[in-house]
């Protein structure tokens, strides 16, 4: 491979990372990596559709004033996830602000911002957030599209599966078998093969394996961060007694039913911790089989002063391809370091069989005169099985 075809291929990959892990990132409900916004709130900082470089919430350290997170907001455009900037604290989370208002979310029905609704922090160097002019453009029609389909598949079918990043999964999987019957049909019928290159022409087995687990490994963070997150609870410390367990009387605790459901397949380790005061949980970690469902208590407390009040908890979960006590050990030191060990596992697993299967093999690049004839899924899999 020459080295103008080595540097188109390697912006191609690097586009179609940037877009996939926008789409992921909107699907799991945390920016992996990018972030765009999707209104003019933030401007003249990030127009609608700019990108920016999202720092997860659990490596980026604190928050100060002046940082532009991304939270799960409750009441601003009917929830999810906004991007705004922090502009003061009080003893009840972060004032945060669109540098486009002129008055801060608190102004509004927004509660303040918690520790646990934070998901991401804007890269700023110098004080400057860092820009992706007009990168979220693209994955706004992209992410359309796929809904639409998914929804479609779900309403034909009737079946849920096809919905959120578990759809994606499959979604992505038919969409390669098509391709792939396509180049059967569309196949020349011609047999001759003979054509002159480069002993050394084509693309290293090495890109394939790591495409292949790139898959993989984005399928399964999708699988473990979807159903995860952080989850509210809201308090009503009130003066009375009630029938509804989130109504406490002021000072006294409340008891709740926390059901940990696995719709996959894969056994899965649930590891269940209060993210927040005034919440506690019965039993923290959960081996859910696959398809299967665990219960657990959690405790809510009513601070001795009436009024509204929330109470988080965090989920975690990780797919049971390490044994408990490795992903026991790992997560005690972080809560990413299992979905790290979990997705080195797969992608390792992948380049041995791989590595085995190809025996260095190497996709062959054809001549422009002949690549109408051959679609990309049927050159790769004659390379794959020894016909080419």
Same mark, same amino acid.
């Given at each position: ?9 390697? &912006? ?51 928050? %100060?004033?002046?940082?532009? /997170? ?20 009080? %003893? ?26 934070? /998901? ?9 957030? /860092? ?32 919905? +959120?990043?578990?759809? =994606? ?18 196949? %020349? ?14 693309? %290293?087995?090495?890109? =394939? ?6 898959? &993989? ?31 406490? #009387? ?16 894969? #056994? ?66 972080? #809560? ?17 069989? +791989? ?34």
């Amino acid at each position: 491979m020459n080295g103008r075809r080595l540097v188109r291929l390697s &912006v191609e990959v690097l586009v179609a990372g940037a877009i996939l892990a926008l789409v992921v990132g909107q699907v799991t409900g945390t920016p992996m990596l990018l972030g765009y916004v999707e209104s003019g709130s933030m401007a003249p900082t990030m127009e609608k559709g700019d990108g920016f470089i999202a720092v997860p919430a659990a490596i980026s350290g604190g928050v %100060d004033n002046g940082d532009v /997170v991304t939270f799960r907001a409750e009441e601003l455009q009917g929830g999810g996830l906004t991007t705004h900037r922090v502009v003061g604290e009080s %003893d009840r989370g972060y004032i945060t602000r669109g540098d486009a208002n002129p008055f801060t979310d608190q102004d509004g029905a927004e509660p303040p911002v918690k520790d646990a609704q934070i /998901v991401a922090q804007a890269l700023q160097v110098n004080g400057n957030v /860092v820009v992706i002019p007009h990168l979220g453009t693209a994955v706004v029609s992209i992410q359309e599209v796929f809904t639409s389909v998914q929804h479609r598949l779900a309403a034909i079918t009737g079946m849920r599966s096809f919905l +959120g990043g578990q759809g =994606i999964a499959y979604l992505l999987l038919g969409l390669s078998i098509a391709f792939y019957i396509v180049d059967l049909l569309l196949e %020349d019928s011609a047999k001759d093969r003979t054509r002159s290159r480069e002993r050394d022409d084509g693309i %290293d087995e090495n890109l =394939i394996l790591a495409a292949v687990a790139l898959v &993989v490994v984005v399928s399964a963070t999708v699988a473990m961060t979807v159903p995860a997150g952080t989850q509210s609870f809201g308090v009503v410390s009130a003066e009375f007694e009630s029938e509804r367990p989130t109504v406490i #009387p002021s000072g006294e605790t409340s008891t709740i039913d926390y059901r940990v459901p696995n719709s996959g397949v894969v #056994p899965t380790h649930v590891y269940i911790e209060p993210a927040s005061e005034g919440v506690s949980v019965a039993e923290t970690h959960h081996f859910v089989p696959g398809r299967g469902k665990a219960m657990t208590t959690i405790t809510l407390e009513a601070p001795p002063e009436t009024g509204y009040y929330r109470r988080f908890i965090a989920e975690h979960r990780y797919l049971g391809f390490l044994p408990e006590p490795v992903i026991q050990t790992l997560y005690s030191v972080h #809560p990413w370091l299992p979905i790290i060990g979990i997705n080195g596992l797969l992608a390792g697993v992948i380049f041995i069989l +791989g590595k085995g299967f190809l025996q260095g093999s190497r996709v062959r690049l054809r001549s422009r005169s002949r690549s109408h004839h051959r679609g990309m899924f049927r050159h790769v899999y004659d390379i794959v099985t020894g016909r080419d």
